[in-house]
């Protein structure tokens, strides 16, 4: 198979292992409830596995990425894939909540995070055109995870009881995971940077991998990735609970992620589009500012019909803003250090998205109303637009000198 084909090869590989990854964290959700009710842990002590998980994926994303670049993404998806798996097995027979914490939080948080920064730093080296348009569709098939693997999941416990389907969805996890990550590769292009001078990256290719992560570029790329998701995170956790304070019926109001779901799939197909013909940067500020203002309309949302209206304009631009970080990086950083840039980028997001359902909680708390929480995201959310702003990119024309040598 020749190198312009396989490219697609691994766009599949990156998508379908974050889809299975991803919904293999996100079976807590399902299964909260029957795990509450047959062991008698609270509730906040099992839904405290997930913050515990985005902890564990912000601390390790960094670390994964870099062995990603000194070892190939192979050796790491595949340690996380079979990590994810064994992980959720040993979860399946914890008999203490201290034990399901660790296990299910901490190691299926932290293998998950194998996957992302690497699979999205292994497709930007893949591709030279249409590489915002395959990170995107990358996410595009961790997005599917929802629709997928949560309904999955839920199949599972109803005919069985939480710990069997748990069980059962790690021999799914590793049916999958495994032998897809096989097919995944280092990019050619880095393979030629490894043996020669030239590899047609970015002219910051000499920068060594301290100068990149001091530079003003990367600082700016955490702060605004960061910020992104804190403006997102407490709207995702908390629409529904707004929606039924507003008088929609649970199940109703539960449709509203289904909407923010399905646009937020168009969305970084879209997104991906429009970074590849007006670039990455300028789609992202775009998009940051949107995003702000649609936290902000949440607020004007009363009826189900304007909820609807709102997810759906909400869950498609900050879907497709996310893949573009990996994209602008692509631009401005030398591929042989993607996976640790990308791994730092996967870390602020993950850490901006713990901090939603907290500060969400605090606000309703204290002011007995949602409407503050989407202010608040909304001014945050403008600040993730104005930090975006003050990117610049690399100088190019240090480029020339270095690529005259045949």
């Not at 312009?4 to 807590?28: E, T």
């Not at 299926?108 to 996957?115: M, R, Y």
């Not at 209206?309 to 250090?337: C, D, I, K, Q, W």
Request: glycine share 10%; net charge positive; aromatic share 10%.
């Amino acid at each position: 198979m020749t190198t312009s084909r396989y490219r697609w090869v691994i766009v599949a590989a990156g998508g379908l292992l974050g889809c299975v990854a991803i919904g293999g964290m996100f079976s807590l959700p399902v299964l909260l409830q029957p795990i509450a009710r047959d062991t008698g842990w609270s509730v906040t002590g099992v839904s405290s596995a997930m913050t515990i998980g985005f902890l564990a994926m912000a601390m390790t994303s960094m670390v994964w990425g870099t062995l990603s670049d000194r070892l190939g993404p192979l050796p790491v998806v595949l340690t996380g894939s079979i990590v994810i798996a064994l992980s959720l097995a040993l979860a399946s027979r914890a008999t203490s909540l201290v034990a399901f914490q660790f296990i299910f939080g901490a190691m299926v948080g932290s293998a998950t995070a194998a996957i992302f920064a690497p699979m999205m730093a292994t497709v930007t080296g893949w591709f030279d055109t249409h590489r915002s348009l395959a990170v995107s569709l990358v996410s595009a098939g961790m997005g599917m995870a929802p629709m997928t693997m949560s309904p999955l999941v839920a199949w599972l416990v109803s005919h069985h009881d939480w710990r069997t389907s748990m069980q059962i969805l790690a021999v799914v996890v590793a049916a999958i995971m495994i032998p897809v990550s096989l097919l995944v590769r280092r990019a050619p292009a880095l393979e030629a940077a490894l043996a020669a001078p030239s590899d047609g990256a970015p002219p910051q290719k000499e920068m060594s991998l301290a100068q990149a992560l001091r530079s003003p570029q990367f600082a700016i790329l955490l702060a605004t990735n960061f910020f992104c998701c804190a403006t997102h995170s407490g709207p995702i956790i908390h629409t529904v609970s707004y929606a039924i304070s507003c008088g929609i019926p649970m199940i109703a109001a539960v449709t509203i992620y289904s909407v923010e779901g399905l646009a937020g799939m168009g969305g970084r197909i879209a997104f991906g589009l429009l970074g590849d013909r007006f670039g990455a940067k300028r789609t992202l500020v775009a998009g940051l500012l949107v995003q702000a203002f649609g936290a902000l309309a949440y607020v004007f949302a009363r009826e189900l019909a304007a909820f609807y209206a709102v997810a759906a304009l909400f869950g498609f631009v900050y879907a497709g803003t996310m893949p573009l970080y990996s994209a602008l990086a692509r631009e401005n950083f030398p591929l042989r250090m993607m996976g640790t840039v990308i791994g730092g980028l996967a870390m602020a997001g993950s850490l901006g998205m713990a901090s939603g359902p907290v500060a969400g909680g605090l606000i309703y708390d204290t002011f007995a109303s949602y409407a503050w929480l989407y202010i608040g995201s909304w001014a945050v959310g403008l600040g993730a637009f104005l930090i975006a702003l003050t990117f610049k990119p690399f100088a190019k024309v240090e480029a020339e000198p270095a690529a005259a040598p045949a």
